[in-house]
């Protein structure tokens, strides 16, 4: 069965980290691209960027630069994303999607900055 | 950057009624790379319609997409009680990949 379970939930302080892992089983991590996508408390959904999982070259969207790094571990099938430098306006639903299509999408990570 | 524009904001129909969703792009995106996702709440997205007219795997055919250029339809073609969710389009065919602001489809 394909799927992509998510870390679970995390409260951090503003100015921390934090690591949200997303494993991927059924099938090959390096298969498929994994993009990330964000959902602020209430909101739409935003596009944070995709990793190619062949390469390991992240593409990051305008406003996403800086502090958020995508990163992957294909001995463990599971890809990250790492922000740095936690502002109150991070806090959001993470969600890891599989491929350009999005077929398969993680639970979610709920990431509260809270001091 | 292509922008998602969909309506209405929030649709009101009731179980067994006809739904029809909206999306319009600020320009021409290619049929291939616009889907179609529900939300159900503390859910994650779903994926419903790709390529602007293909089902995903085990999407009743109930759900229906439609358009070409800068405008797509999603089509429900008769309301389940599961369906009353929120719908969002996006395009990725074109960096940033976007989404629209959603529908929301709920029970009159």
């Known amino acids: 069965q394909v799927q992509l379970v998510q870390s679970g939930s995390e409260l951090k302080k503003p100015g921390a980290s934090v690591k949200v892992s997303c494993k991927a089983s059924?099938?090959?991590?390096?298969?498929?691209?994994m993009n990330w996508v964000r959902q602020a408390p209430g909101q739409g959904l935003e596009w944070v960027g995709w990793?190619?999982?062949?390469?390991?070259?992240?593409t990051y969207a305008q406003g996403f630069t800086g502090r958020f790094v995508f990163s992957l571990d294909t001995s463990v099938n599971t890809a990250f994303l790492q922000i740095s430098s936690l502002k109150a306006e991070d806090a959001a639903v993470y969600y890891c999607?599989?491929?350009?299509?999005?077929?398969?999408w993680g639970q979610g990570t709920t990431v509260t900055v809270s001091s | 950057d292509i922008v998602l524009t969909q309506s209405p904001g929030t649709l009101s129909l009731s179980p067994g009624e006809r739904a029809t969703l909206s999306c319009r792009a600020s320009q021409s995106v290619s049929r291939d790379y616009l889907a179609w996702f529900q939300q159900k709440p503390g859910l994650a997205p779903r994926l419903l319609i790709y390529?602007?007219?293909s089902r995903a795997t085990g999407i009743p055919d109930r759900f229906r997409g439609s358009g070409s250029g800068t405008d797509f339809t999603l089509t429900i073609t008769r309301l389940e009680p599961e369906d009353f969710a929120v719908y969002y389009c996006q395009q990725c065919g074109s960096s940033p990949y976007t989404f629209g602001q959603g529908t929301k489809l709920e029970i009159k």
């Open positions: 390529g602007a007219t």
């Open positions: 059924g099938y090959a991590l390096s298969s498929y691209a």
């Open positions: 990793i190619n999982t062949n390469t390991g070259d992240p």
């Open positions: 999607a599989r491929s350009y299509a999005m077929d398969v």
